[in-house]
T-cell receptor, first 109, second 117 residues
Framework: GQNIDQPTEMTATEGAIVQINCTYQ??????LFWYQQHAGEAPTFLSY??LDGLEEKGRFSSFLSRSKGYSYLLLKELQMKDSASYLC??????????WGAGTKLIIKP | GAVVSQHPSWVICKSGTSVKIECRSL??????MFWYRQFPKQSLMLMAT?????????EQGVEKDKFLINHASLTLSTLTVTSAHPEDSSFYIC?????????????FGDGTRLSIL
């Protein structure tokens, strides 16, 4: 079966750095997405990785290792507004998005 | 960037009412749109894939006669919850795949919060 695992909840301090991990086992791979979802709102697109390595976009970076079936989202200089759920999703061989359950990130002052 | 508009954002109605939710891609043509449901503190659950000009593909366990999907144009898909009951109360979100971008990310509407009394 297809499976995406990410921690249920993480806590970090304002101004710090946090890494949210995602491991996946899917039938085929056409890329991995990270989305941010604030409570009561729809997800917003953060990043896309299809090749191994690190993609940096401002305070957010996303890393992919296809051989390990592993990705992480790195958030730097955390702000209170970063408190949200972060969803990892993989595009499988049929171009269907397989969603992880999401990681709830709590930022403390 | 790509924008997906979803309407209405909030619906409160009596049990037995049918509710229609619209999803529009505003600046791109979407041959494929997706309908999700999300219960509180749970992840997104794909209900169906809506294909322009053809029948929607429903996920296992989703009643196609209860959740009617129409994708009549390249910019509009609608989800109708027929004879809604309190257990249908949920957050419904649509998304559209942007074919103009190589990796085709899904862009989401703002969601519709449905409350059935």
């Amino acid at each position: 079966g297809q499976n995406i695992d990410q921690p249920t909840e993480m806590t970090a301090t304002e101004g710090a750095i946090v890494q949210i991990n995602c491991t996946y086992q899917t039938s085929g791979f056409n890329g991995l997405f990270w989305y941010q979802q604030h409570a009561g709102e729809a997800p917003t697109f953060l990043s896309y990785n299809v090749l191994d390595g690190l993609e940096e976009k401002g305070r957010f970076s996303s890393f992919l290792s296809r051989s390990k079936g592993y990705s992480y989202l790195l958030l730097k200089e955390l702000q209170m507004k970063d408190s949200a759920s972060y969803l990892c999703a993989v595009l499988d061989s049929n171009y269907q998005l397989i969603w992880g359950a999401g990681t709830k990130l709590i930022i403390k002052p | 960037g790509a924008v997906v508009s979803q309407h209405p954002s909030w619906v409160i109605c009596k049990s037995g009412t049918s509710v229609k939710i619209e999803c529009r891609s505003l600046d791109f043509q979407a041959t494929t749109m997706f309908w999700y449901r999300q219960f509180p503190k749970q992840s997104l659950m794909l209900m169906a894939t809506s294909n322009e000009g053809s029948k929607a593909t429903y996920e296992q366990g989703v009643e196609k006669d209860k959740f009617l999907i129409n994708h009549a144009s390249l910019t509009l898909s609608t989800l109708t919850v027929t004879s809604a009951h309190p257990e249908d109360s949920s957050f419904y979100i649509c998304s559209a795949r942007d074919p103009g971008t190589g990796y085709q990310p899904q862009h989401f509407g703002d969601g519709t919060r449905l409350s059935i009394l």
